[in-house]
């Protein structure tokens, strides 16, 4: 039990810096926003040649998702021990579902929802849009959706690769 507490403390020290680091430019992260945020800050002069194309929110989070595989399975063998696909999946499930958690109550509703940083110029008026925690509820299950194909290609790996 200790093993999954440190690891889940560290990857969520990990994610969160992540998100700081990316919050630095909130434009990157502009698809990560409830949907009118993101249509206000399209129609907006000032952002125009920053958005990011819908290619590239596209190829980020497929290059993400195979670098969470990479790592995940790399934990999960060499840190873990695990050396089956079902153990490699349930772990990675665990550990991807603590830090899911960490995100939306810690790092989404309490610390986006509420710090002016993450406020585009010229969408001040939308604090009901920024304080949308269901928007980011919802995101939570998304995110589990995908832990399971992230985690079953990283049980994958662990069975059949390393």
């Known amino acids: 039990m200790k093993i999954i507490l440190t690891e889940s403390a560290v ?4 994610f969160t810096a992540m998100v700081y680091l990316m919050s630095r430019d909130p434009i990157r992260t502009l698809y990560n926003y409830p949907p009118r945020i993101q249509e206000r800050v399209k129609s907006l002069e000032r952002y125009r040649g920053e958005i990011p ?3 590239k929110k596209a190829a980020a989070k497929i290059g993400a998702c195979l670098v969470f595989v990479l790592i ?3 934990v999960l063998r060499y840190v873990n021990g695990c050396s089956r696909f079902g153990e490699a999946f349930g772990y990675g499930m665990i550990l991807w579902s603590i830090v ?4 939306v109550i810690v790092l989404d509703i309490i610390w986006f929802c509420h710090d002016p940083r993450f406020v ?5 008026d939308m604090v009901s849009d920024y304080h949308d925690y269901m928007f980011h ?3 939570f ?3 589990e959706l995908l832990a399971l194909a992230v985690c079953a290609a990283s049980g994958a790996v662990v069975q059949f690769i390393l």
């Open 137 to 139: 509820i919802k995101g």
């Open 11 to 14: 990857l969520c020290a990990l």
């Open 53 to 55: 194309t819908g290619e």
């Open 72 to 74: 995940l399975s790399l």
């Open 120 to 124: 585009f110029e010229g969408t001040e």
């Open 141 to 143: 299950f998304i995110g």
């Open 100 to 103: 899911n958690l960490w995100d």
